[in-house]
Nanobody
Framework: QVQLVESGGGLVQAGGSLRLSCAAS????????MGWFRQSPGKEREFVAA????????YYADSVKGRFSISRDNAKNTVYLQMNSLKPEDAAIYYC????????????????WGQGTQVTVSS
C-alpha cells in the first residue's frame, strides 16, 4: 500500500499557474503508474493526468491537455502536476492516486488516495 500526501493547492487568478506535489511512501513507488484526479462540488471525481512508472509516457484528459503537465521524480518518491493557464472550471479538490488503470477509453482510479489539495481559481 502506498501512502500519498498532496500539497501545493491554493487560490489563483484565472490564467495563473500552480504546481501540485504528491509525496509517496512505499518501496514500490517507482514501479507504479501515478495519476491525478479532481472533484468539484456536485460532480464525480474525474481523471486529470497519469504518468508511467518511468515518466516516459504521460496521459491527459482533453480538458487539460496543453495546459497541465504531469511529471515524477522517483528518487524523491514524488509526482507533480504543473497547471498553467488555469480556468475557473479547473477549481476542484485535486487527488493523487497510485496505480490508475486505463481500460476501454477510461482511466480508473487505483486503490490509494491522498487527502486532496484544494485549488480555487478566481475569475
Amino acid at each position: 500500500q502506498v501512502q500519498l500526501v498532496e500539497s501545493g493547492g491554493g487560490l489563483v487568478q484565472a490564467g495563473g499557474s500552480l504546481r501540485l506535489s504528491c509525496a509517496a511512501s512505499g518501496r514500490t513507488f517507482s514501479r507504479n503508474f501515478m495519476g491525478w484526479f479532481r472533484q468539484s462540488p456536485g460532480k464525480e471525481r474525474e481523471f486529470v493526468a497519469a504518468i508511467s512508472w518511468s515518466g516516459g509516457t504521460t496521459y491527459y484528459a482533453d480538458s487539460v491537455k496543453g495546459r497541465f503537465s504531469i511529471s515524477r521524480d522517483n528518487a524523491k518518491n514524488t509526482v507533480y502536476l504543473q497547471m498553467n493557464s488555469l480556468k475557473p472550471e479547473d477549481a476542484a479538490i485535486y487527488y493523487c492516486n497510485a496505480n490508475p488503470l486505463f481500460h476501454g477509453s477510461t482511466w480508473y482510479a487505483g486503490g490509494s488516495w491522498g487527502q486532496g489539495t484544494q485549488v480555487t481559481v478566481s475569475s
